[in-house]
């Protein structure tokens, strides 16, 4: 198109595309209309607003939900200073009564139930009381007796569910602590067992079995060392020197360690020391040809620093020969060749 032609083309065009035609013959974008300005103002404007509206509804449920924390705080306090003043005068009925519903109402803040639990028994064993056991408590302690009995070891866990609850409504009940420190102890709680082995002691300070109770207690912090080393080897582990990851999990004393290539460790932790097998899954060494070694499983013995934080691994690995067609690489044969000593170390 010439100048002459290019001109009488530009008088037909309306006068927005006349204006943004010649601004893109100068390479300018044109842009938005001020109608458009507005529009996009407006929107921004209204996102704000509704970003201010939702930090302020924010705020305001946080101050709520302070605001009622607070409040049951000041009521906790003021029903525990009612009950410290009944048992202070001797209204013992008064004071147990108040001081098992304050301990009730602490579910779920074990701090808070530890301190009431301790202050209920100390003020029991003062005042010389012998509560008598709540029927749905004995409950609860038979029905625990009749599922360790029935399900042995399965029946720990669940046993200790109903002791809990048996101890919630008798909170003084030294047997009840005893019964529910073997079973936490039998589920592999052992924390828990420590803690109600120590009420129980609370409870009844001139129990003729004090010594002996003790001395479980003493085991338990033993039991509750070698399982916390048990459970910081749980999780991801990586192989030192290639970097492939192992998924590690610790089932009492059995380990497992699955690694991202395919590798699988199992075996029995004794001490620093593991005891198992190790499967190497099948592989590709030899390239440009289908040859595929087979999947193997031979004994491994792996070796625990004493940190935890590196497990040294040792087997026989396998070496295999392959025959193929060189032109096609197809394969003919893999056969086991030999194998040698191997190990690896992982890391957590």
Known sequence: ?????????????????LLCGVLLTSLVACGPSAKELALRAENERRAEAARVEAF????????????ARQAKLAARRKAEG?????????????????????????????AEDQRLREKLIAFVVKAKLRPAVPEEARRHAVRAQVLIKTQQNAGFAPAAVELAQATALAPWWADAYYNLGLAQEGAADFGGAM??????????????????????????????EQADKLNAMNGTWRN???????????RGKDFEARSNYGYVLIGVKTLNSIEGTITVPSSTPWQGTDCRTPQYTVPMTAQITEDGKSITVRYML?????????????CVSVTLAGSNPDSYTIVH
Do not use: F, H, W
């Open 195 to 224: 803690r109600s082995l120590k009420l129980c002691l609370l409870a009844e300070p001139d129990s003729p079995n004090a010594v002996a109770i003790q001395n479980k207690i003493y085991e338990l912090e033993v039991a509750k």
């Open 82 to 110: 009612n009950a410290d003043e009944a048992a202070r005068t001797g209204k013992n009925e008064q004071a147990l009564d108040a001081y098992t519903a304050l301990l009730r109402e602490s579910e779920g803040d074990a």
């Open 56 to 67: 302020r509804r924010a705020e305001e449920e946080r101050a709520a939900a302070e605001a």
């Open 1 to 17: 198109m010439n100048t002459r032609s290019l001109a009488g083309y530009l008088r037909l065009l309306p006068l927005p595309t």
């Open 240 to 250: 030192s020197a290639t970097g492939n990851t192992y998924e590690v999990s610790m």
């Open 318 to 330: 396998n070496n295999y020969e392959a025959q193929y067609m060189k032109a096609s690489g197809s």
